[in-house]
């Protein structure tokens, strides 16, 4: 590792962090991070290379002390490589991962192009980085950060107590909507909390909480966190005004989770933002008290999770105690009062035949879902799920998460599994199956034929933007202008390559 003196220039007060990412997205990692930061006195700037007309430039005139990049399994690999491009720039800026990934597969931390990983929550172990290495001190000790040293790892544990979010600044957004494609988007996500209180196999909330144990053994409180509604209907007035906004897509892992919040945030929101918003929910918490709650305060569309269409399947394998019962009443109430919904579902799940596929589908198409989001099953490090696929066999051990695909919509690593592949092509046909019933057997058949392929997928491409536009109440002439933008990025990069 290069000295510290590389990374601190004499003249400076404060430290440059870099993000860096792959995706043409607003996350909110970065955006959080970045604004304790500033808060802090340090200067912060997000670079998307697929962005950038010359990103080895921008990144030149910027001259970052540190270079932090937040990843999720499947899309590490281009962030590393990424990483390693900017290393061969500025070999002694201090790299740094963070997200899910990192959290649940630390070994990462070996690739060369790494010198720190972060496991967990993120905003306390940079701020206490950048200051550190802004005075020289020493940064091996610090919580949740892996770091190397002298040609070992130092592997410190975890802070045993959550972000108290209610202290936090609002997410800076200037660092994505600096590009135009992104602040352009009249849909604009908010996140009013984090947690999550229930123990699905797939999600890796209970090996968060797991992670975040005392050392006797005892469950850390407070895992679930949320901002005063005042403040969160603040934020959404803010982006509005200084940016514009189209539909606020409030994307908490459950909206309705608590009554009390709720009820302030639908007697606010009508009154100072007015916009018509999107929100997650589960089908077992929907009322017709809370559903017409909704309704009257401007939501337009609620999405929530399925997952199997085989109940037993959902509940005693993916553990995520939703009867098929819940489903039936809570579409029904949505559809009773005029509130869309889109379900979430998951296609090659370990273990999963072709029929509990079509189940899935023909249980969308009986509550007339008026969307659908279908993914391919993607592992997670260490959750349980990931574990009964390694169990069974499904998955080789040790694991290659390189090969993990970037977009949970297009293959599985599971190549293990006899059916995969027809699993995957029933993935990519799944909305259509939903809105056209009479279609399934003919999806059953024409699934297993895998030299159409590219068909499907060209299929799915074209209902996922049409779904998009819908989902997100976008503007055709928007639409359209957002895919010319991207089919130019891409073709640039690729002439680039050339």
């Not at 921008?58 to 590490?76: N, R, Y």
């Not at 391919?376 to 696929?389: H, M, S, W, Y």
Request: charged share 30%; with cysteine; glycine share 6%.
């Amino acid at each position: 590792m290069a000295s510290l003196k590389v990374w601190i220039k004499e003249y400076d007060s404060y430290m440059k962090i870099a993000f860096v990412q792959t995706e043409i997205n607003e996350y909110f990692g970065p955006m959080v991070i970045s604004s304790v930061l500033k808060r802090a006195g340090h200067e912060v700037d997000l670079f998307i290379p697929k962005l950038e007309d010359d990103f080895d430039n921008v990144l030149k005139i910027f001259k970052p002390d540190i270079v932090a990049c937040s990843s999720m399994t499947g899309i590490h690999v281009e962030d590393l490589k990424i990483l390693k491009q900017v290393k061969s720039i500025f070999p002694g800026a201090l790299s740094i991962l963070g997200g899910i990934h990192p959290t649940f597969q630390p070994d990462i931390v070996e690739a060369p192009e790494l010198d720190i990983i972060c496991r967990g929550e993120g905003e306390r172990a940079i701020v206490e980085l950048a200051e550190k290495v802004d005075k020289g001190e020493d940064y091996s000790t610090i919580k949740n950060l892996w770091v190397k040293k002298n040609g070992e790892v130092i592997k410190n544990e975890i802070e045993k107590s959550y972000q108290d979010v209610t202290t936090l600044p609002f997410p800076d957004r200037e660092i994505y909507y600096k590009y135009k494609t992104l602040r352009n988007n009249p849909a604009k996500r908010f996140m009013a909390g984090r947690g999550c209180p229930f123990d699905c196999t797939f999600c890796f909330n209970h090996k968060y909480i797991e992670l975040y144990k005392q050392n006797d053994g005892k469950q850390t409180k407070g895992y679930i966190r949320i901002i005063e509604p005042e403040k969160f209907v603040e934020e959404i007035l803010e982006v509005k005004e200084k940016y514009g906004l189209g539909t606020p897509l409030l994307v908490d892992d459950i909206f309705i989770l608590k009554k009390d919040w709720l009820d302030k945030f639908v007697e606010i929101y009508p009154k100072k933002v007015g916009l018509k918003y999107n929100c997650y929910v589960r089908a077992d918490l929907l009322t017709e008290d809370l559903v017409v709650k909704l309704k009257e305060s401007g939501c337009r569309e609620v999405d929530f999770g399925v997952e199997s269409g085989n109940e037993e399947f959902r509940q005693k394998i993916l553990k995520k105690k939703l009867s098929d019962k819940s489903i039936f009443e809570g579409s029904r109430l949505l559809k009773k009062h005029g509130v869309m919904f889109q379900t979430t579902n998951m296609i090659g799940l370990p273990g999963e035949t072709v029929d509990d596929a079509i189940s899935t589908i023909e249980l969308n198409a009986k509550i007339k879902a008026d969307f659908t989001s279908a993914n391919v099953f993607q592992p997670i490090p260490g959750t349980e799920l990931t574990e009964k696929a390694i169990k069974e066999k499904l998955l080789d051990v040790p694991i290659e998460w390189d090969r993990s695909p970037p977009s949970a919509f297009s293959s599985s690593i599971l190549t293990n599994m006899e059916n995969i592949k027809q699993l995957e092509n029933i993935q990519k046909l799944f909305y259509l199956g939903v809105k056209f019933p009479s279609l399934i057997p003919l999806i059953r058949f024409i699934s297993q034929f895998n030299i159409l392929t590219p068909i499907f997928f060209l299929i799915f491409l074209f209902l996922h933007g049409y779904k998009a536009k819908y989902v997100y109440n976008l503007d055709l002439k928007f639409v359209f202008r957002r895919g010319l933008e991207l089919l130019t990025i891409f073709k640039k990069k690729a002439d680039a390559t050339n």
